[in-house]
């Protein structure tokens, strides 16, 4: 037998063996803590794998979710598919066993609002517990987001400090939004991503620049 095959059979067992793994931890009716982290991710970067890692330890599941367009946000030049493409061999790349890249964004209507995409992931996995990931800006400019009051009481918010909104403005921006209704689920996650952003990958590309460090 060639060694090529060996190795093949042995990664075959193996996954065979997360299979069973998979449903004895999570049989059907039991309920999961996914999270969803949603975004444009052009491109994906090391600030996502950090967030990613965080999920993945955290969570039952994680959902990364490329949405074709940002309904707050100018036109995207890449399409959603290589967009998506480029997430998906990057999640495998780093060998990932609970993240999935989901799809479900392509199977909605647009203007593609996340409470919309919220309560279709909820409409197909009714048992399921879903929660948002999203960045300190983003909590930040959330009361320009549609139906956000039902986001975060219907799903809640997983916040992460990014950039220049440390982790203090983040809690103060957190009490603020309590106090309009105190039953705002929103986790502030214990850690910092690195202060780099798409934008910035993007433009340091178009003047010829070495950016793949920064890229996942």
Known sequence: MMITDIIFSLLAIGFIGFLIFLCF???????????????????????????IDYLSNEYDWVYVIVTPQNPLKDAIEVPSEERRKAVERAIINNGYLNVTVNDIENTLNPPYYT???LRKLKEQ?????????MGAD??????????????LTDFGVI??????VDANQLKRHS??????NPNYKIKIANIKTPNVSSTEIREARKKGEDVNYLTM
């Open 115 to 117: 409470v919309n995409t």
């Open 25 to 51: 931890k999570y049989p059907d009716d039991e309920p999961r803590n996914i999270a969803v982290y949603s975004g444009s991710f052009n491109p994906i970067h090391i600030g996502h794998k950090v967030v």
């Open 138 to 151: 983003c909590l930040e400019e959330i009361k320009n987001w549609k139906s956000y009051q039902d986001i």
């Open 175 to 180: 009490l603020m939004l309590h106090r309009e």
């Open 125 to 133: 996995e009714p048992n399921n517990n879903f929660k948002l990931v």
């Open 159 to 164: 916040v992460f400090p990014r950039g220049e």
